[in-house]
């Protein structure tokens, strides 16, 4: 009985003494955080996938209570909504920003762009892009190893094993661009949402001229402006033969993919058009 | 016999073209020479497109310190000046010449007869160097006149001449030792004047006794210049071995050579540098080994540069069905052409067809941890370390380990039981590990 | 170049040695079969059937795991589970029975080699981790010791005996002198051809020897394990009975008996779990030489090198990280 009153009374005052140990411990090296750094953190999505440009949330929530204004602040997963929760914590004027999703601007598979030399090394596409320009034909096109799907964290980027391409799932995506920096090719861009996720966008990244990028893919850009003469709005330009479509500029009164000779330019979740030409444009209902 | 002790491995030697004397080969039709035949800045172009040039004639210039100029190999009309795919696949600068004739300029002497020009100053030296675009003909197309400007504060004590040629397969170094001894010997004597130095060796790996003998009984003729023969084991021809090898002296960790007092140049160059001071030649033409164990002619031949290497397997009797990969240099440093349009440039020593069995990689494996990668190593890094550190994006853990360190030898790859990438992800990391000290710098 | 015949481009270097993983692990069987001939030759029908069952269930075990568990392709035959199976067996006694044997194969495979990624990523040696599961689970059946010759043609029934090493433990417990003991103890020259009790492998430090240096002109290990081990067990036990020889055995006892030779030689060079550099060896066999002869002389176990190697084996990655090769041109800087 002795034994056990004592072992009670012991280990309860090596118990009391440590805690007051550790608090007084606690105590001498607290380190003072703004509170509403905590507060801030809490209303963001957790993620830590750095697509605000901070190394993790905690890091972003750091930074939004220390800056003046939440002007050059956003974080995409969270989108507008977390953006204006985090701006009523901090009692400031929440900016709304455009939604993107990512657009990834290659259409090239094995069908339209020959496959010229086979690829053996380790199979990541940072590490093909070091060695040489691809194993096609088209040396600006999508090296198809999957760096893209790897980076991205919300399962949003699958490699298509036929089309040997990256496929969005725009639900899934918030835009963080870690599939945009992981791309050594630089295929992948941010572009403006639309309403039903419809996009349109010249599906190509040739810098060389016509000829040479239309015998390397058969759906390539080849910088004939033929885009740019019917667009009404401004939207299109054209450098090293290749055009672009500004997503702000765009009306997406699909003008210019009907005229496109190569087809490179992409109408995403449209409706089927009523003329015979329809057969012959790459629509795409919706990424399954 | 000298060796370097740290580190090498044994590949088979497959020198299958050692005893073909070198050859001419005829002049294509058409040739595409790119602005970067050489390491730094690109020349700049001084034709235009129709302009009509002749063989010999400058047709870029030099565009920095670290740039040389470029001659034209051929005479005919430039087609084209524009981005056209190099062997990487990626479309660089480049100058297309339609061939016709082969008209030289005057100013080449193109007899063969020995000319030993000895009134030259060393600044005179080194000014033709440049003048003539000669660069390092192993393969690293260093400029030349730059390796022979001494920088302030440094001082040159030995040259060494590479005539190790450890890379299996290639021997256009082998034939030009035992065709133009005599010349390589002017050509090292220039290069001593021009540092200045007063002794040179001239470094070869014992399976050359041929050219170790002609050379050694060659050089008594010239005070300062001897012949050490190398154990075979490779790499004994990177010039961090060599200078171990010969001097006893390691090159410190991110420094040059000539922080130990050494200047190495390889047997080509010196060969190069005759030509360009004797002969008043510039250097548009090489000495490219086309082997390979199925090709139906094993050869070496004079090549002019921008030739497509099509053009040299055809002369080789054409490719061969059993074929894997086409090497540019050889196969442990060489790149694997995707195609055959691309040009031989300053810096291509050899072209090596491999058979498909010879040259496919085998499944990846764990890694099991025999340490034989940090045993091959003649750096002394872990190449298992620096890997996994790839893999895992770790690059400031690479940049302490050291990683800018490798020589890019390939001696860790080779001999992974496991058959892992381990240069692959050596070379992504020394890219990530430049490209932050590029930033840091800013 | 036709459409078929597609040039292959990867990154240097285009050619590679013939060297294999397959190849390493059949040279260590070749290595063990001295030992395990001279295990038959001793042990007989017992032998025969432990390396079986251990063999059998580890390649099993393997395959199983990787196939069903962990759903990547199986390496089956790679021999690295064949080598643990052997392995394990080399350190078992003859007559163990066949379930127990299976639940050290589970041990070693699943729990120390496969849990951790398999091939590679295991830190401690998995023939060792599934023994020392097996000494602590089953005290008793893995210290009964079969005698060598007598036990030939039975198994599960043979007549046992005491290692070298048991005899002296318990000797020097009952306070017998050294001189007593010594007539109890196997001649030397019978401890070396492996006349004594043990486990499979132990025995024959000659078989073992053997073994060693056809591994050692194979290259599959070097020198500086089993050296350091050996050596500083030699230095250890031949400080100690210098000191006082009626206390302690010599030297040349310590190298005969027990697991020592089976463990320098086999044990601790297994390149999955020791140091990368041959620095970090010589340090990993100095710690484990060392453990060994403090257990041997001052602890509870008559052997102790199943436990040191264990122990090293943690200490492996502390090892690897502070002792690195010397790099070509290491700029030291002063100050």
Known sequence: ?288 | MKTFRKGGVHPAENKISSGSSILDLPVPGLVTVHLSQHLGVPAQPVVDKGDSVRTGQLIAKSAGFVSANIHSPVSGTVQKIEPVPDITGYPKMAIVIEVRGDEWIETIDRTDTIVRPDKLSREEIIARISEMGVVGMGGATFPSHVKVSVPKGKKAEILIINGVECEPYLTSDHRLMLEKGEEILIGAGFLMRALPVDQAVIGIEKNKPDAIEHLRKLSSGYPGIRVEPLKVKYPQGGEKQLIKAITGREVPSGGLPIDVGAVVHNIGTAFAVYEAIAKNKPLFERVVTVTGKSLAKNANFKVRIGTPVSSLIEAAGGLPDDTGKVISGGPMMGRALPGLNAPVTKGTSGIVVMKANESVRKTVMNCIRCARCASACPMGLEPYFLMSLGDARRWEEMETARALDCMECGSCSFTCPSNRPLLDYIRIGKTNVNRILKARKS | MSATNLLTVSHSPHEYTSESVQKIMYRVLIAMLPAFAVSLIFFGLGALIVTAVAVVSCMLFEYLIARFLLKIKPSLWDGSAAVTGVLLAFNVPSNLPVWMIVVGSLVAIGVAKMSFGGLGKNPFNPALAGRVFLLISFPAQMTSWPKAVESRFAYLDATTGATPLGILKEGLKNGQPMSDLMKDLPEYSQMFLGNMSGSLGEISALALLIGGLYLIWKKVITWHIPVSILGTVVLFTGLLWLINPDQYTDPLFHLLAGGIMLGAIFMATDMVTSPMTPAGQIIFGIGIGFITCLIRIFGAYPEGVSFAILIMNALVPLIDKYVKPKRFGEVRKNG
């Open chain 1, 1 to 288: 009985m002795n034994t056990i009153v004592i072992t009670i009374i012991s280990l309860s005052l090596i118990g009391v003494l440590a805690g007051v140990i550790l608090f007084l411990i606690a105590q001498k090296f607290k380190v003072f955080e703004d509170p509403r750094i905590d507060d801030v953190e809490a209303v963001l999505p957790g993620a830590n996938c750095g697509g605000c440009g901070y190394p993790g949330c905690r890091n972003f929530a750091d930074a939004c209570v220390k800056s003046e204004n939440l002007d050059s602040l956003f974080c995409p997963v969270g989108g507008n909504d977390g953006m204006v929760k985090v701006a009523a914590v901090l009692g400031r004027a929440a900016v709304a920003k455009e939604p993107t999703v990512a657009v990834v601007r290659c259409s090239g598979n094995p069908d339209y762009r020959m496959r010229t030399a086979r690829y053996d090394s380790a199979p990541t596409c940072e590490i093909a892009s070091g060695l040489f320009a691809g194993d096609t034909a088209c040396s600006y096109g999508c090296l198809g190893l999957g760096d893209c799907e790897a980076a991205c964290d919300f399962d949003a980027i699958h490699m298509n094993p036929l089309t040997l391409l990256p496929e969005v799932i725009d639900d899934k995506c918030n835009s963080c661009g870690a599939c945009v920096r992981a791309c050594p090719k630089k295929i992948i861009e941010l572009r403006k949402r639309n309403k039903k996720d419809r996009k349109i966008f010249v599906s190509c990244v040739n810098q060389d001229k016509g000829a040479t990028a239309r015998k390397a893919c058969s759906v390539a850009c080849i910088g004939c402006k033929a885009c740019q003469k019917v667009c009404e709005f401004d939207a299109i330009t054209i450098g090293n033969f290749l055009a672009y479509i500004d997503p702000v500029k765009c009306r997406l009164c699909r003008k210019c993919v009907e005229v496109c000779p190569t087809n490179s330019i992409l109408e995403i979740n449209f409706p089927p058009r009523k003329t015979a030409e329809s057969e012959l444009c790459l629509t795409e209902i919706s990424p399954n």
